[in-house]
Structure formats: structure tokens, C-alpha cells
């Protein structure tokens, strides 16, 4: 296994051990794992293309990875009641959606990689939960709810990358 699939494979380690932080009241060391497995997603991006890596299990685990740390987060955060549930509902749907589009595709032998807008959407996505376990912090050190917009931007960036991803994709589901 190459080392950006490792990566990935280390943000998913890391998941159960950023929701037993969390879960047990340990937001800013859940905060941390977050970030650190958040950063894992640009390095191994990174490193892939430079180093010309790019794999199809890394096309597809990648995305995966992504969504099941952010799910995660967005489950907890929930539960504990720092983000609104239709927010949640939001991106939920759209990560279904899209992992449905791309399981046609792979069924027809297309890999449909993360676009930019997608990266987008999953950059906004981690910005808004860090800066909701870190407590909006030091923005609450002046009153800026920088954790609310930026959690409103992610939802938009949610929203427009759907739509983006089903028109670009149509063709898939045209044979259908």
C-alpha cells in the first residue's frame, strides 16, 4: 500500500478515537484527532499527485474516508447538541447521494473522482466541525460566530456540489 492509501487508512483509524474523545467530554483532544485526520486528507492529495500515486482504491477510499470522519463528527456534534439536526439531514443526503452515483458508476467500470467543488464542500465541511469542538475559539474571544458561518457555508457547499455532481454525471444515469 502506497503511502497516500496509508494515510487514508490512518484517518479511519482514527475516527473511533476522535468519537471516544468527544463522546466523553474531551472536545479539545477530539478537536486535535480531528485536525490531524482532516490533515491527512490534503497530505495524502498531495502526495498522490506529486508523486504520481494516484490509485483507484485511493480515488474511492479517499472520498469514503472524508465522509465517514465527517459523519462521524456531525453524528456527535449533534448528539451533544452543538449542530442543528437539518444540517445534518443536508449533508447526509448529499454524501448518500453522490456514494450511490458513484457505486453506478463503478458498476459500469467508472470511477468518478472528487471534483473541486467536492473538495470545497469537504475543506468547509472540516473548517466549520474544528471550529465548532474548538468552541468557535478565539473567535468567541470577540464575539465573531465564525463557527456558525462557517458551518452555513458548508451546508451551501453541500447543497451546490450535489447538484453539480448529478449534472455532470447524467450520462451515468442515462442507461438507467
Same mark, same amino acid.
Given at each position: 500500500? &502506497?503511502?497516500? &492509501?496509508?494515510? *487514508? ?6 475516527? +473511533? ?16 484527532? @480531528? ?6 486528507? =490534503?497530505? %495524502? ?6 508523486? &504520481?500515486?494516484? *490509485? &483507484? @482504491?485511493?480515488?474511492?477510499? %479517499? +472520498? ?20 442543528? /439536526? ?18 453506478? $458508476? ?9 471534483? =473541486? /467543488?467536492?473538495?470545497?464542500? *469537504? $475543506? ?13 475559539? +478565539? @473567535?468567541?474571544?470577540?464575539?465573531? +460566530?465564525? %463557527? ?12 451546490? /456540489? ?10 451515468? @444515469?442515462? /442507461?438507467?
Amino acid at each position: 500500500m &502506497n503511502v497516500p &492509501n496509508t494515510l *487514508t487508512m490512518i484517518r479511519i483509524a482514527l475516527i +473511533p478515537v476522535f468519537v471516544a474523545f468527544l463522546l466523553n467530554g474531551y472536545s479539545y483532544a477530539a478537536a486535535g484527532i @480531528f485536525i490531524a485526520a482532516a490533515a491527512t486528507d =490534503a497530505l %495524502d492529495g498531495y502526495i498522490a499527485r506529486k508523486k &504520481n500515486l494516484v *490509485t &483507484n @482504491f485511493g480515488k474511492l477510499m %479517499d +472520498p469514503l474516508a472524508d465522509k465517514l470522519l465527517v459523519v462521524s463528527a456531525l453524528a456527535c456534534l449533534t448528539e451533544l447538541g452543538e449542530i442543528a /439536526s437539518w444540517m445534518v439531514i443536508v449533508i447526509l443526503a448529499r454524501e448518500f447521494m453522490i456514494t450511490g452515483l458513484r457505486s453506478v $458508476a463503478a458498476g459500469e467500470g467508472v470511477i468518478i473522482a472528487a471534483g =473541486a /467543488s467536492g473538495k470545497w464542500k *469537504t $475543506a468547509a465541511q472540516m473548517i466549520a466541525i474544528a471550529a465548532v469542538l474548538l468552541r468557535n475559539w +478565539p @473567535f468567541a474571544l470577540i464575539g465573531f +460566530p465564525f %463557527d456558525r458561518i462557517m458551518l452555513w457555508i458548508a451546508v451551501a457547499l453541500t447543497v451546490y /456540489s450535489g447538484v453539480e455532481y448529478m449534472i455532470k454525471n447524467r450520462s451515468v @444515469f442515462a /442507461s438507467r
